[in-house]
């Protein structure tokens, strides 16, 4: 449906090699022909067989358990701040010679309709009955892949004369690794309900029932995947998805971690992250929400969208809907990794150790 961009074909190509080099390689004399085991080198004992296998059945629980926690969160905090992302839809989707709508402007013209003040939550059950699957699947791969590939990493690269990378260097590569990797296979799922969203959210339909029903008897499948729509998506999610987790990984081994526990400590850590990530990807977000509302507008192309944003208003169009992205982002990732972190706590998620 789309290509991967290059940066994340590297990504791949770079996790393959390191697991390829993570298996020893052992030669009988300085002639002999080496011989590449798929099971660790002096895995002879039953014990060590099953210490080998047990990283991997604690590293598929983990991962288990992170995807129902992160579920659970993502739904908590999509009710939480639904008004702020159906303002800033509106703000980016807004097309008025260049002018963008203030905060009050929006909330005003959405307050203007029907149902009230109630449409600031239009799109609410889709979105969290479609977050809550999809972030359940991107946190529990990332997982998967960060306890796997952190400690193959700390042991090749962390110890590779030809690669000088510190053993928290090897660990940041494999938060940024997963992250991608997480973020791709959750993207594919994340793009029908964020068309489906949207499209309520600016007022093209009254009620989800009637959008389903609609876009399925117009445009079947492909509605619900509007040309550009995977591509944009991805393109705002993964580069999200690696600032944002590399962000709070990093608050959280160097501030939270090293001090008494406390719930105000994850909501610092995760609404910086989410501020920081937000912030930075803010362009992309303005073009896959143009894409996925307005596809037919740009031909269903990337380039396109961004080509005629930047003709409509310039540098600051693609800053659009900032304000209100921030004033949902923020506190949105404020309260989902203190109900991530508390949902952990409660399964008893263990952290790997290489």
């Known amino acids: 449906m789309t290509v991967l961009p290059r940066f994340l074909k590297f990504l791949l190509l770079l996790i393959t090699v390191s697991i390829s080099r993570n298996c020893p ?8 022909v080496t011989h590449i085991n798929p099971i660790p080198a002096r895995v002879g004992t ?11 059945s604690s590293a598929t629980v983990n991962g288990i358990k992170n995807s ?5 969160a993502a739904g908590c905090s999509k009710t939480l701040l639904a008004p702020f992302d159906t303002i800033k839809t509106i703000q980016q989707q807004a097309r008025n010679g260049g002018k963008t709508l203030s905060l009050i402007e929006a909330t005003r013209l959405i307050s203007s309709r029907p149902r009230g003040f109630l449409e600031l939550y239009a799109g609410l059950g889709v979105s969290v009955f479609g977050a ?7 946190f529990g791969v990332y997982s998967y892949c960060k306890d796997r590939l952190t400690p193959v990493l700390q042991n090749r690269l962390g110890c590779n004369e030809n690669v000088p990378l510190s053993v928290s260097g090897a660990r940041t590569l494999a938060v940024a690794v997963s992250a991608a990797i997480g973020n791709t296979v959750a993207s594919f799922s994340r793009v029908p309900y964020e068309v489906v969203k949207q499209k309520l959210q600016t007022g093209e339909y009254t009620s989800t029932q009637v959008a389903l029903r609609h876009m399925t008897t117009t445009g079947g499948i492909r509605a619900f995947f509007p040309m550009g729509g995977v591509a944009i998506q991805m393109y705002r999610d993964i580069p999200y998805a690696i600032i944002t987790l590399l962000t709070y990984e990093c608050l959280k081994e160097h501030w939270v971690s090293r001090r008494e ?3 105000w400590r994850d909501m ?12 930075a990807t803010n362009p992309m977000d303005v073009v896959k929400t ?6 037919h507008l740009y031909q269903g192309n990337v380039w396109i969208c961004a080509a005629k944003t930047f003709e409509e208003g310039g540098p600051s169009a693609f800053l659009r809907g900032c304000v209100p992205r921030l004033m949902h982002k923020i506190p949105a990732n404020a309260f989902f990794f203190v109900f991530y972190e508390g949902f952990r706590r409660i399964m008893r998620v263990d952290e790997v150790v290489a």
Do not use: T
């Not at 390689?25 to 002999?32: N, T, V």
């Not at 610092?268 to 912030?279: D, E, K, N």
């Open 68 to 72: 129902i926690a992160s579920a659970l």
């Open 46 to 56: 039953q014990r060590s067989r099953s210490n080998y296998l047990s990283k991997y």
């Open 25 to 32: 390689i052992e030669a009988k004399s300085p002639h002999a």
């Open 261 to 263: 526990k406390a719930p």
């Open 268 to 279: 610092v850590a995760g609404g910086l992250s989410g501020g920081i990530g937000s912030f």
């Open 290 to 295: 143009r894409l996925q509302v307005d596809s």
């Open 132 to 138: 809550m699957p999809s972030v359940g699947l991107y």
